[in-house]
Structure formats: structure tokens, C-alpha cells
């Protein structure tokens, strides 16, 4: 065990971001910016552009790929044109992360409950999950539009650990972004970030405050109860 992964010992739940923690969804969601720039006229984006912007969702992918702000007064309709695209082709090539099956496994073989808390609406997260054939098992999932506010509230956390009878302090949650840590901390969960996920170059994750950094799934293991 490393030294800095010392375990949590009252951990009966662990949670995970979906984007970029979870599943790989950035062949997918950078396919749809691809088409929609196709029908702007636009050349293709190279996939290691789309991917570090994969975590941000629509903002973040409409920001790179058309340069639009929230405040831009076509964003509303490009968001949508994207969501579409998106919804058309939902899992064409997203998949869990390598280590992820295993670690899902493991986690239900001791006896651990795990569950999903994302920003992505509903109306993606939830066919994703089942046609990854994740959602029967998961205790919960708690998608951006299931609390009036998402990520970094810690609201969507707290209906997490309620959903896996849990207390916050007993659950560990695994995400990739900033807003992940944040929301985990005001919840009073312990947080680790996927380092396997879509950093970019600029995020400072060894500042974001979490419990460490793992670069695979299965070290996750290294901080639950032996």
C-alpha cells in the first residue's frame, strides 16, 4: 500500500462520476461535436483534443468546438443540436474503463454497495447505464437533473448515500473533476480522483483537496476496509 492510501475504515459504499471515472464516453460524445461541426461547415476535431474536454459536458465541448459561451445568444440551440447528436448515438463506443468490470466485481464480492452521482441528464445517463448492463446493478444512480442542483452541491451526494442507506463519512467517491472533490467535501465524503480520466493539461488535481490520486480502478481497493 502506498503511504499516502491509508484506508478508510467505515467506507460501506463507494460512488463514481460517470464521465471520464467510470465509463470512457469521449469516443461518443466526440463524435457528436464531430458531426454537428460537419454540419457547420467545420472540419473535424483530433479525438486527444475532444478528450480532455470530455468531463465538461456540452459547455465544455461547445466551448471547444464552436468557441460559445452560455451567454452567447445561440447556445441554447447548439446545446440542443448536440444533445441530439449525442442521444442518436449514445453508445456506439463508449465502454468502461479497463479495470472497472473488475473492480465493480470485487466491490460486490465483498459486499460493498456502489452507485453513480453525474452531472449528465437522465435522459443519456440512464440508456447508457443499461445497455452497459450497469444499472441493475448499481445502488443508485443520480444523474444532473435528478436534484435541483447538481455537482458541485453537495446535494446530489447526499441522495446517493441515503439511496445506499449510508451515512456521507461512509462513502467514498471517485471522480475526475474539480467540481467532483468539491461536491464530495461539502457532503463529507472522503473523495479520490481517476486519474485515468479526461485531466487536462491544466487541471491541478493534487490541489483539489481529495484523499489521493489513483491511476487505475483496482487501487481503489488499496483504501476500502481489508
Known sequence: ???DSARLDTIRAVLFDLDGTLVDTAPD??????????RHGLAPLAPEVIRPQASHGARGLLALG???????PRFAAMREEF???????????SR??????????ALEGRGYKW?????????FTEPLMSVLDLAERAACIVSGDSCP???????PMLVAARLCQALPAQCLY??????????????GMPALVAAWGYLGADDTPHAWGAHAQIHHPLDTLDYLPA
Not at 444533445?83 to 463506443?93: G, R
Not at 468502461?96 to 466485481?105: K, M, R, S
Not at 452507485?115 to 435522459?123: D, I, L
Open 66 to 72: 464552436f468557441d460559445l459561451k452560455p451567454d452567447d
Open 115 to 123: 452507485g453513480v452521482v453525474t452531472n449528465k441528464p437522465a435522459r
Open 29 to 38: 460524445l466526440g463524435n457528436a461535436l464531430n458531426l454537428q461541426r460537419a
Open 149 to 155: 442542483q447538481p455537482k458541485p452541491h453537495p446535494a
Open 174 to 187: 471517485l471522480g475526475d473533476a474539480e467540481r467532483d472533490v468539491q461536491a464530495a467535501t461539502a457532503a
Open 96 to 105: 468502461p474503463f479497463p479495470g472497472v468490470p473488475e473492480l465493480l466485481d
Open 1 to 3: 500500500m502506498k503511504p
Open 83 to 93: 444533445l441530439q447528436l449525442y442521444a442518436d448515438n449514445i453508445c456506439q463506443a
